[in-house]
């Protein structure tokens, strides 16, 4: 098994959202994770607003779930089906993960 960590960028319009399709996908909210507020920062940043683009940053909700790699595909399916072309950005990286 592999331990892998998806973290999710998504628009704050779409937070609540994306938390009750992760909620309803068992093995994720099985092992649970975490949310935040961040500012988006770079040249290639898709703002929101005018109040966006005169502040220089975007607001996104980061979402932050380790599990197994063929539960966090299945679950990147799942967001797929119901939120495609909503603007959601994903990364999935290889994690070392345990409990102490």
């Known amino acids: 098994m592999s331990a892998m960590v998806l973290t999710l960028l998504v628009p704050v319009a779409l937070k609540d959202d994306v938390i009750a399709a992760m909620l309803a996908h068992e093995p994720t909210a099985r092992v649970g994770f975490s949310a935040r507020e961040v500012e988006g920062y770079g040249r290639d940043v898709d703002y929101d607003s005018v109040v966006e ?3 220089g ?25 119901k939120l495609a072309g909503r603007g959601l950005r994903w990364r999935l990286v290889a994690a070392t ?3 102490l």
Not at 57 to 81: N, P, Q
């Open 97 to 99: 993960a345990g409990l």
């Open 57 to 81: 940053h975007t607001l996104s909700a980061e979402i932050v779930v380790t599990a197994e790699a063929a539960e966090l595909r299945a679950l990147l399916d799942a967001l797929g089906d």
């Open 53 to 55: 683009q005169v502040r």
